[in-house]
């Protein structure tokens, strides 16, 4: 991918002190050490760097002393008498800052222990990028093709604030290399072994960019880069924000809602103790806690308790995965909880929900399925099937001036229905027919709304003009009978409309889909140019279709063209990979035969519920970092529901996008799927393409379930194109 080249940024709202006053504050630690019982063991002390404090300037500095192990506490004791001292010399006078005050705030953190403790950053002599973030606005980090081997940032935000630091993009940095490979971030303006929120030793092939969000617990965060400098592919992107400083913990008292970790889902920070109380509104009501997601700290080592990072419910202490069945638990009228970090290396955090409820009355303000299981109010006659039967969909069809006939018909209030087949009269027989246009409405070519669901290409014409059962030759399988990871080989002909996208000698690239004979549908970031090539140029590019097997074309009934055109949606967007589509057309028409055929476009309405079961197929790995597979893939994933997905992704789910795959890892699409289709089976036996691979954190991950571009959200875009 493109990337900007990298730029020296130094930006401050605060003024930043001149090297007189380092200087003089160094002279300060001098003074009063070399005048102690410390004399003996001090070097120096070197003021690193300086950020807002709540009452004036924070200085960050380390210091040097050499002694024998057996009296570093001794020094550690002594230091913490001197520190108060050097606070209570503060003289704004003699520091030539045009900030008000001046203060060496009393968290300040000091290096006490021996000269070897000093960090990797002493000794290479870094590039470094000072960086201000006000509230709003954005602030970007990014390096292409590094010549150095090592980089800091030094993130500073207003008092009031912390720091959210999002990785957009890494690339470069080999799996197990941490002594020469590392993305670290610290919860200080210094590299302190004590203050590191995380470390990246490098990751692992992914199909896409990975996305990390973290959080500092004060108004700063130190980032640094260090990378063997014969990479030229080294690429990072990052961005960080001023986010208010929270509180968190409080008491609530509802019918349902959700308790999470500080900032999520972005790290939570370190250094943190929250509490929270929960009741139900009403005497004789019990809570019901579902644990969704529980990322911390682990335990140490041969520890049989949590001693590090923690969430505690009840005084039930985790701090590690919870089982499936152990998730959901009822607890009394209350339920007290509390979250503590300790002061170094954070995750995501946790997330629940919580609801009331008592024994007759299992829903409380909300909508009761049959299997007791609850949902909310406004899930109900939503277009997507929440309860497991679907009975929360029933009745839907009629919007709030019309009745329902008894018949999945609908009559407006003035009229009446006669019996549970037909309407009054003619007339009112067209009324019942049709409805008010919605969003999720099919629309025929003459304006009007079907009342059926999906009413395209079921051989019932529900449109007068017949227009619901034109443009149906699409989405069979010409055989008779019926990897992608965790998938098997696909028999031939089984997805005829599976494409091969291959660039000269570089071979098999994506996927696509077969969407007429002129046109084919993958995805955008397939045709975004690297450093070395250009996979934007159309004439490169080759479509193979009818082929089972990669570079095996001895059927006469493949199909090879060469690609006219590109054209990638206007709204993609590279960095969060929305609006991942792009349309392909082809030098000449295909001819359809058993072997080559195309999939059907879900207009807008058509409906395809959570947990509805799909295929993925491609030539793409098998696992992850592995080779691309001889033969095409497939495998069955299920649509996960969106809003847990965006739970999962750290709210990068956009209405753009929908996620398949199984939530226990095992089955995904991989490298090499790119492009490719998720398809369907709908109404008439048909298969639709409902979605186009894009991207996923790994292959085939717990709780990192493939992501797709939704077919829905860009159909009118693809017709306007492909007509």
């Not at 009324?431 to 070519?445: D, I, P, T």
């Not at 000449?588 to 395809?608: D, K, M, W, Y």
């Not at 079961?613 to 001889?630: F, H, I, M, P, R």
Request: with cysteine; charged share 20%.
């Amino acid at each position: 991918m493109r990337r900007p080249s990298p730029t020296r940024q130094v930006s401050a709202v605060f003024s930043i002190p001149t090297p007189n006053d380092s200087e003089y504050l160094s002279g300060l630690f001098a003074e009063l050490y070399g005048s102690s019982a410390l004399g003996n063991y001090y070097m120096k002390s070197v003021i690193a760097a300086f950020s807002e404090g709540k009452t004036g300037l924070r200085a960050y500095y380390w210091s040097t002393f050499w002694a024998p192990q057996e009296i570093v506490l001794t020094i550690k004791n002594v230091i913490s008498v001197k520190q108060k001292q050097i606070i209570s010399k503060r003289t704004p006078q003699k520091i030539n800052s045009s900030a008000e005050t001046f203060s060496l705030e009393e968290d300040i953190d000091i290096i006490t222990m021996e000269l070897f403790v000093i960090d990797l950053f002493l000794f290479c002599l870094p590039v470094a990028f000072d960086l201000y973030a006000k509230p709003g606005n954005n602030r970007t980090l990014t390096l292409m093709n590094p010549k150095k081997s090592f980089y800091q940032w030094r993130l500073r935000v207003p008092a009031d604030y912390v720091v959210r630091l999002v990785v957009v993009t890494v690339h470069g940095i080999s799996p197990g290399s941490c002594a020469s490979h590392r993305l670290s971030a610290y919860d200080f303006l210094l590299p302190l072994q004590n203050k590191i929120i995380t470390r990246w030793c490098g990751m692992s092939g992914a199909w896409t960019s990975p996305f990390i969000h973290l959080t500092s617990s004060s108004n700063v965060m130190l980032v640094t880069f260090s990378l063997d400098r014969r990479k030229d592919s080294s690429v990072l992107k990052a961005y960080f924000q001023a986010v208010p400083k929270i509180v968190c913990g409080g008491h609530y008292i509802s019918w349902n809602g959700t308790v999470t970790s500080p900032y999520y889902p972005s790290y939570y920070p370190p250094n943190i103790d929250c509490h929270w109380i929960i009741r139900a509104p009403l005497p004789g009501y019990r809570l019901l806690l579902k644990l969704l997601v529980i990322q911390v700290q682990e335990q140490s080592l041969g520890s049989n308790k949590c001693d590090k990072d923690w969430l505690e419910i009840d005084g039930v202490r985790y701090c590690k995965p919870v089982s499936e069945g152990n998730r959901i638990k009822e607890y009394g009228y209350s339920v007290a909880i509390s979250f503590h970090s300790d002061e170094l290396v954070t995750y995501r955090g946790f997330y629940m929900e919580f609801r009331a409820f008592s024994h007759t009355d299992p829903c409380p303000r909300q909508f009761t399925c049959p299997d007791r299981s609850c949902i909310p109010l406004n899930s109900k006659c939503d277009g997507w099937k929440d309860c497991t039967d679907g009975s929360d969909e029933l009745d839907c069809d009629c919007n709030p001036i019309e009745t329902n006939c008894g018949n999945g018909k609908c009559r407006h209030h003035s009229r009446s229905c006669k019996g549970d087949d037909s309407c009054e009269n003619d007339s009112e027989e067209d009324s019942c027919s049709y409805k008010s246009c919605s969003q999720r409405a099919y629309k025929c070519l003459n304006g009007k709304c079907p009342m059926k669901l999906n009413p395209e290409c079921d051989g019932i014409r529900d449109c007068a003009d017949g227009s619901d059962e034109m443009n149906c030759a699409c989405g069979r399988s010409q055989i008779k009978k019926t990897r992608i990871v965790g998938g098997e080989d696909a028999r031939s002909g089984k997805w005829p409309w599976q494409a091969s996208l291959q660039l000269g000698t570089y071979g098999h690239i994506c996927g696509a889909s077969i969407i007429s004979n002129t046109w084919l549908v993958s995805a955008a970031h397939c045709f975004l140019d690297s450093d070395s090539v250009r996979y934007s140029i159309a004439s490169g590019w080759t479509a193979y279709m009818g082929i089972r097997i990669i570079n095996k074309n001895s059927n006469n009934q493949i199909a090879m063209r060469s690609i006219k055109r590109i054209i990638v949606h206007p709204h993609y967007d590279q960095y969060i990979s929305d609006y991942d589509i792009a349309l392909l057309e082809m030098e000449a028409p295909v001819f359809f035969n058993e072997l080559v055929q195309p999939i059907c476009l879900p207009s807008s309405p058509r409906l395809f519920i959570y947990g509805t079961v799909c295929y993925v197929t491609g030539w793409g790995a098998v696992k992850e970092n592995s080779q691309l597979a001889k033969a095409l893939q497939e495998a069955k994933v299920k649509i996960i529901n969106q809003s847990i997905c965006n739970k999962l992704y750290d709210d990068l789910i956009t209405s753009r996008m929908l996620c398949a795959g199984n939530l226990n890892g095992g089955i995904d699409a991989c490298q090499g799927d790119s492009g490719g289709p998720l398809a369907c089976l709908g109404k008439g036996n048909r298969w639709y393409l409902t979605g186009i691979v894009s991207w996923g954190e790994g292959c085939a991950r717990r709780n990192r379930p493939g992501v797709y571009t939704k077919i829905t959200a860009v159909y009118d875009w693809i017709r306007q194109y492909t007509k």
